[in-house]
């Protein structure tokens, strides 16, 4: 099979101006997102471009990539030839397999994998294949939405919609912090954590470094965010535990190990990178030790009960055998 194959749009030319009416199911949805069911196998990268340009229009205006469509706008999409993208490249076979393989459920309205460390949960920022892309590219005749995310090092469920109905409920869900989906993760702590239960309250800000990298700390200026943490095994002089968070925050977890002076091990950003290597050489962990284990929540105004499951990465398995 060839690329061109392999894609929605003809080889030859561009695509012609489309002006496309946004169904009344696709209320609420961010114009990027609409933009990419649009635009099947375009990079995210490309889809922001167009917005910025102005190319793209809601009802002949100019809009932002995050605005919130409603049913019967119109909007503009201009001439797209995806072939002439040097980026969108398909996925390698290799790692469509590998994901493939990632996948712990799926049902009528929701697929679920169990990303892999070091695949981040969208492209963009140089990176071409996200978990959404390669799934798309996986599943071509399915309208696939992204959920929610996990940061590019942490493994675990990533829960994809198949519907636009379970997207928003899920979202909602999400949305409401404390209850709503029920969050359990897997972390090895550096340091013996002296409590056997803690929870951490501490607002978190996000900021940014030079560069645009995303950097996020305690402040009281921050957004309310809720970890505990439960010790589950004292190994090697460090803590294997299971977190459960009432809040979602960017890099949640891993800040608030750090503020209890515990950080996650491995955690190349909010971590000591002295203990890192000492890791590294004593045990092989490479990797960030965190693990989205389960799930809970239940669709259909709680009618549809959902639990999910994803096993610890056998790399994390292998590095807590060593620590014994």
């Not at 649009?38 to 009802?59: D, E, F, H, T």
């Not at 954590?193 to 950097?215: F, I, K, N, T």
Request: aromatic share 4%; glycine share 10%; proline share 6%.
């Amino acid at each position: 099979m060839t690329d061109s194959d392999q894609r929605n749009t003809p080889p030859a030319a561009k695509t012609s101006v489309r002006m496309i009416k946004v169904p009344e199911d696709r209320a609420g949805q961010r114009l990027d997102n609409f933009l990419l069911g649009q635009l099947k196998g375009a990079p995210r990268s490309l889809v922001y471009k167009l917005v910025r340009s102005g190319q793209v229009r809601v009802n002949g205006g100019r809009a932002k990539a995050d605005r919130k469509l409603e049913g019967g706008e119109e909007v503009r999409i201009p001439p797209v030839n995806l072939n002439e993208v040097g980026e969108n490249a398909p996925p390698p076979a290799s790692f469509l397999e590998r994901m493939e393989q990632a996948i712990v459920f799926e049902d009528a309205k929701l697929l679920v994998i169990n990303k892999p460390s070091g695949v981040a949960s969208h492209g963009g920022s140089g990176i071409s294949h996200g978990a959404i892309e390669t799934m798309r590219a996986l599943r071509p005749n399915q309208n696939l939405e992204l959920v929610h995310r996990l940061d590019r090092d942490t493994s675990g469920l990533l829960i994809l919609a198949k519907k636009r109905s379970a997207l928003t409920e899920l979202q909602a869900l999400m949305r409401e912090d404390r209850g709503g989906i029920q969050k359990r993760y897997l972390t090895l702590l550096v340091g013996r954590m002296p409590d056997g239960v803690m929870s951490v309250d501490a607002p978190l800000h996000v900021g940014l470094r030079q560069g645009g990298e995303r950097h996020v700390q305690v402040n009281p200026s921050g957004k309310a965010s809720l970890s505990h943490f439960r010790v589950l095994e004292r190994r090697g002089g460090h803590s294997y535990c299971e977190v459960r968070i009432e809040t979602g925050r960017t890099h949640q977890i891993r800040v608030h190990a750090q503020h209890i002076g515990h950080a996650v091990a491995a955690d190349d950003k909010y971590g000591d990178p002295a203990v890192n290597k000492r890791l590294r050489e004593q045990i092989g962990l490479k990797r960030l030790f965190l693990h989205a284990a389960s799930l809970e929540f239940a669709l259909d105004a709680g009618k549809t009960p959902y639990v999910l499951n994803a096993p610890l990465a056998p790399e994390l398995v292998e590095a807590l055998d060593r620590l014994a």
